[in-house]
């Protein structure tokens, strides 16, 4: 949406406003970091890619001249933020058409039912996925009915490999299980100063606390980790964006040097699959 690119100037005036709004509260159900619930100025990752999330988690808009993309959100209380962070960017409510997701955590897909309400905006998801948005987190493999958050229906599944095309851009899905069973990693052609670049949305790999060695309700847990790293791996990546933005090196409390250490996926990976060896090496050497 060439509207994006107009409303630069703009934000670089209101940011001061923005860096100082009050932290989001936090949840009655679940305490989080208080940089995944602080709001910070929108910025600029490509010619129509907007970062609009918080300090610790992220939200990217994508505007198109058929109508906008957001990918993931945060938590639940992020909604209204997110929706005048829109409207920030010239983006009317009603000209969000998508919402995309990583993972089905309230971490990151909590205000998906509230903006999906406020725009009509059709929610992209996988079967697996879709499955715990409906649930709204409840019954998860791993954290029960601890993260919790807003039920919310898929219109629309994707395949791994599926395009999901608007106004010209594609956004192409990615199966990356391991952290969730139906973790989706997506990736784009956008332009930076009219130059084509490659960007890469890759899904959370990490295992908190997991249970890798004979988990009753995930039996091929470790197999799909290992999927998921090499297809993360092999992914189209100019630039790389992760759920945690300060996984793959961006700070993005800083609008001026958003990016100072830039972590390519191969590497992200890597480092994941290191740390998940490790993980894994532990748990069989514990096991009766």
């Known amino acids: 949406m060439h509207r994006f690119a107009l409303v630069a100037s703009l934000l670089a005036i209101t940011s001061i406003a923005h860096a100082a709004d009050p932290v989001l509260p936090q949840s009655s159900r679940y305490e989080t970091d208080d940089a995944w619930r602080q709001p910070i100025a929108p910025f600029q990752l490509a010619d129509h890619t907007w970062y609009i ?3 610790g988690l992220s939200a990217l808009l994508i505007g198109t001249p058929e109508g906008a993309v957001l990918i993931d959100g945060g938590l639940p209380q992020a909604a209204d933020m997110l929706l005048q962070r829109m409207r920030d960017l010239r983006v009317q409510p009603q000209e969000l058409k998508l919402i995309l997701h990583s993972h089905a955590h309230g971490d990151h897909a909590g205000p998906i039912a509230a903006i999906k309400r406020a725009t009509g905006a059709r929610v992209v998801s996988n079967a697996e996925s879709a499955v715990l948005l409906a649930r709204g987190g409840s019954n998860d493999l791993h954290f029960g009915d601890g993260i919790l958050y807003p039920p919310v229906q898929a219109d629309r599944l994707v395949m791994d490999g599926e395009a999901v095309e608007l106004g010209g851009l594609r956004f192409v899905a990615h199966y990356t299980p391991g952290h969730t069973p139906g973790s989706l990693s997506w990736t784009w052609r956008d332009t930076r100063n009219g130059k084509p670049m490659d960007i890469a949305y890759a899904d959370s790999l990490s295992a908190p606390g997991y249970q890798l060695v004979d988990n009753p309700r995930y039996p091929r847990i470790v197999d799909d980790y290992r999927r998921g790293f090499a297809t993360v791996r092999a992914l189209p990546c100019d630039v790389l964006i992760t759920p945690h933005p300060d996984a793959s090196g961006w700070t993005p409390a800083n ?3 958003p990016h100072p ?21 532990t748990q069989r050497k514990e096991r009766p």
Do not use: I, N
């Not at 590497?267 to 894994?280: I, S, T, V």
């Open 53 to 55: 999330g918080t300090q």
């Open 261 to 281: 250490a830039p972590v390519t996926c191969r590497d992200y990976a890597d480092k994941a699959e290191a740390r998940f060896d490790a993980q894994l090496a």
């Open 255 to 257: 609008t001026t040097t």
